[in-house]
């Protein structure tokens, strides 16, 4: 069974660092296209990055250059480091599978919440 | 970036209605939409993929179609657990965007 466990979230002052998990079961992580997407209190949803099974990374443009996306194959764990957070960036942060590496997510973590506060 | 937008914003409907839902995308994407159901508190559950083709395990009252910049959710037979936001995400291009969503919600 394919399952997607977040971790990581908390409180953090603006301009901190956090780093986000996700432990990925059923699947191998790095033969799969995965996905970072957030969704800030009360509003939609937000792509916010791409790991290919390649190991090529997107980003949106609100988190370039700042966030980064990884992965650690001997723990079949996927990671969001999150630096220079901004109170924006506050949101509950879902891990996703892609879809046969087309760009839809058919299984999700349950979510962690980051809050960027003073 | 590609917008995606979508209406209604609300929607109030019955159990046993049929329901419409509408995204349009501010240029093509062919037929690269997907369309998600999420429920407070939840992560998101994928419940049509490239505009038309029903995700495994959702039920058939469940329809989705178009293509380019029209596209239509629909849910021949409103039931209890249906109540809930629905995002339709464009995956033609990077970024990837969701529009705004759509709440149904009980009359």
């Known amino acids: 069974e394919v399952q997607l466990v977040e971790s990581g979230g908390g409180l953090v002052q603006p301009g901190g660092s956090l780093r986000l998990s996700c432990a990925a079961s059923?699947?191998?992580?790095?033969?799969?296209?995965m996905s970072w997407v957030r969704q800030a209190p009360g509003k939609g949803l937000e792509w916010v990055s791409v790991i290919y099974s390649g190991g090529s990374t997107y980003y949106a443009d609100s988190v370039k250059g700042r966030f980064t996306i990884s992965r650690d194959n001997s723990k079949n764990t996927l990671y969001l480091q999150m630096n220079s957070l901004r109170a924006e960036d506050t949101a509950v942060y879902y891990c996703a599978r892609d879809e046969i590496s087309s760009g839809y997510w058919g299984y999700w973590g349950q979510g962690t919440l980051v809050t960027v506060s003073s | 970036d590609i917008q995606m937008t979508q209406s209604p914003s609300t929607l109030s409907a019955s159990v046993g209605d049929r329901v419409t839902i509408t995204c349009r995308a501010s240029q093509s994407i062919s037929n690269w939409l997907a369309w998600y159901q999420q429920k407070p508190g939840k992560a998101p559950k994928l419940l049509i993929y490239k505009a038309s083709n029903l995700e495994s395990g959702v039920p058939s009252r469940f329809s989705g179609s178009g293509s380019g910049t029209e596209f239509t959710l629909t849910i021949s037979s409103l039931q209890p657990d249906d109540f809930a936001t629905y995002y339709c995400q464009q995956y033609n291009s990077y970024p990837f965007t969701f529009g705004p969503g759509t709440k149904v919600d009980i009359k």
């Open positions: 059923g699947f191998t992580v790095s033969s799969n296209y």
